[in-house]
């Protein structure tokens, strides 16, 4: 049986750790676009996001459309989306629940923006320690088994320590 050498084995291992640190890195960055793009689209001040405009959009027009009795006040201190106005307008009721559901999505993708996010720290911490431990006199040293420090004299009962690389 062929064995590749170690070398290549190791090659192998940090390719695979260069690929999942790339693709954990990709879903962050998905992940937080979509969570601030989900959060915002809901921002009422200092700018109006779109899920909330489409609430105010509502609102305005309930005040001129022909029906009677389904207006929903919109000024800046009204709650649009009480029970009572969802109650009378099914266009605000129907805004109001996107609206609550784009801030379930914020909430459920900004964790995973989270979890994602020390997934990508501590693949790019067990890259940079494998590199780092490759690299240089100390793997040379290693790849001898050299063994670096002094040795005590030993006494009764006391071990004498090495430092191996």
């Not at 890195?25 to 001040?45: E, I, N, P, W």
């Not at 379930?104 to 320690?129: E, F, Q, R, S």
Request: proline residues 1%; positive net charge.
């Amino acid at each position: 049986m062929i064995q590749a050498p170690a070398d290549a084995t190791k090659q192998s291992g940090e390719r695979r750790l260069v690929v999942g640190l790339a693709i954990s890195a990709g879903l962050t960055g998905a992940m937080l676009a979509v969570s601030l793009g989900t959060g915002l689209s809901r921002y009422k001040a200092p700018f109006r996001g779109a899920a909330y405009d489409q609430i105010y959009d509502a609102a305005v027009a309930s005040h001129e459309d022909a029906e009677t009795g389904n207006e929903v006040a919109h000024g800046a201190d009204d709650d649009m989306c009480s029970e009572a106005n969802r109650g009378i307008n099914g266009d605000v009721r129907g805004a109001c629940e996107r609206w609550e559901r784009l801030g379930t999505a914020a909430i459920a993708t900004g964790v995973m923006t989270g979890v994602l996010g020390v997934t990508t720290i501590a693949l790019a911490a067990v890259l940079a320690g494998k590199r780092r431990k490759a690299s240089g006199a100390a793997a040379l040293l290693r790849r001898h088994g050299t063994t670096v420090g002094s040795l005590r004299l030993a006494r009764r009962g006391e071990r004498i320590s090495r430092l191996r690389l």
